[in-house]
């Protein structure tokens, strides 16, 4: 019902800028919440920035300062504003959405996942 088309990855040297976009498309009834997630080889995937249908954002501790979350409501889109990135930023970045479905006559909660994006910072 719900898919998320991530865009924006690819090489870039530390120090330098990149921004991920994540397009929601598909009939849900309400999207609750937008949030990047990443995940390097041999690590657990962690939350890099989220926030809320009421704006609230939260940041990992490794990312404050230098990402920024934000929405287009009317675009259904997410992005993250990346800046001064390091070599440890390097990972796959996936884009998750948290929404309310209709069905079976009922709105219920649901996560959905883009298909993830890879970003990596490198000299």
């Known amino acids: 019902q719900l898919q998320l088309v991530e865009s924006g990855g690819g090489l870039v040297q530390p120090g330098g800028s990149l921004r991920l976009s994540c397009a929601a498309s598909?009939?849900?009834?309400?999207?609750?919440?937008m949030g990047w997630y990443r995940q390097a080889p041999g690590k657990e995937r962690e939350l890099v920035a989220a926030i809320t249908s009421g704006s609230t954002t939260n940041y990992a501790d490794s990312v404050k300062g230098r990402f920024t979350i934000s929405r287009d409501n009317a675009k259904k889109t997410v992005y993250l504003q990346m800046n001064s990135l390091k070599p440890e930023d390097t990972a796959a970045y996936y884009c998750?959405?948290?929404?309310?479905?209709?069905?079976?006559?009922?709105?219920?909660?649901?996560?959905?996942w883009g298909q993830g994006t890879q970003v990596t910072v490198s000299s």
């Open positions: 598909g009939s849900i009834f309400r999207i609750n919440g």
């Open positions: 998750n959405a948290n929404v309310v479905v209709l069905k079976l006559g009922a709105l219920r909660p649901y996560d959905y």
